[in-house]
């Protein structure tokens, strides 16, 4: 019979939010796709997911690629190229350990063993922000 484990704090939710990041790929009907070193356009995209534990959360972000991430479609300048988007999985699932309000820590980063300076260089102005690139 199986034990039952413990499950550490910080892999629980007590609010039921879970930060999920997963790569997404486009690829070209015409490429080769069994060479992995050929050259591609994805993005890491990260979604919130409401779920009551992390077996869940893990569920429905595995789910999240859409319909179109399986269908072929006709993309390009103009549309004539069969492509189209894959979902390839997951690289990050996070408890969120707040109510979600305005000013809720949801994703932070440890930067041990760093200079001053080096952390000074992360700061960007108003114009650096993604937001801000128009």
């Known amino acids: ?48 997911i409401k779920a009551p534990n992390r077996e869940v959360a893990f569920k429905k972000a595995q789910g999240i690629q859409n319909d179109y991430s399986r269908k072929w479609s006709l993309y390009g300048d103009p549309p004539g190229r069969p ?18 309000e305005d000013g809720a820590e949801i994703l932070w980063r440890v930067h041990s063993n760093r200079s001053v300076n080096a952390m000074l260089a992360r700061v960007k102005n108003k114009a650096e922000l ?4 128009d």
Request: glycine residues 4%; hydrophobic residues 35%; contains cysteine.
């Open 83 to 100: 492509g189209r988007w894959v979902f390839e999985g997951l690289t990050s699932l996070l408890a969120v350990h707040e109510e979600i």
């Open 130 to 133: 993604e937001t801000f690139i």
């Open 1 to 48: 019979m199986p034990r039952s484990i413990k499950i550490p704090y910080r892999n629980h939710s007590p609010y039921g939010w879970w930060i999920a990041s997963y790569i997404e790929r486009f690829e070209w009907k015409s490429e080769d796709r069994k060479n992995t070193k050929r050259r591609c356009l994805a993005y890491e995209n990260t979604v919130l």
